[in-house]
């Protein structure tokens, strides 16, 4: 959601190199200016009301945030945003699964899919079946 990390519990200090890669690619078209600028506003706010709603969590921007600004400014379609995240984290996740099988059992069990099955990729856009 682009606020708050299990590991980072004061700044994600990836948001920060992130920020500052989101705002100079921002000069470059008044429309990603914009959208940089009303993201900064955004963000001010959303950290007020989780300091007010959720005292004493430190729920600060994370990595996420400024990366759908970064993939916007290089022409990305939105929709591709998150298979484009998930691509930078698939060998983390082939480690963890080779890890595993050396270990022969899950490290981390309390990671169990829990959503949607039965869904199709392709020509439907990703529509359930």
Not at 18 to 25: F, G, I, R, T
Request: proline share 4%; glycine share 10%.
């Amino acid at each position: 959601m682009g606020f708050g990390h299990r590991v980072y519990k004061v700044r994600d200090p990836r948001a920060d190199v992130l920020s500052k890669v989101a705002n100079e690619m921002s000069s470059a078209a008044l429309e990603n200016r914009q959208l940089f600028d009303l993201a900064r506003a955004a963000e001010q706010t959303i950290l007020k009301v989780l300091e007010e709603v959720k005292p004493g969590r430190n729920l600060r921007t994370n990595v996420e945030f400024y990366t759908a600004l970064v993939l916007q400014a290089l022409g990305l379609d939105p929709r591709s945003f998150v298979a484009t995240f998930a691509c930078g984290r698939v060998a983390g996740w082939c480690a963890h699964v080779i890890e595993q099988h050396g270990e022969d059992h899950l490290i981390r069990p309390q990671s169990e899919y829990v959503g949607p099955r039965g869904l199709k990729v392709g020509g439907d856009k990703g529509r359930r079946t």
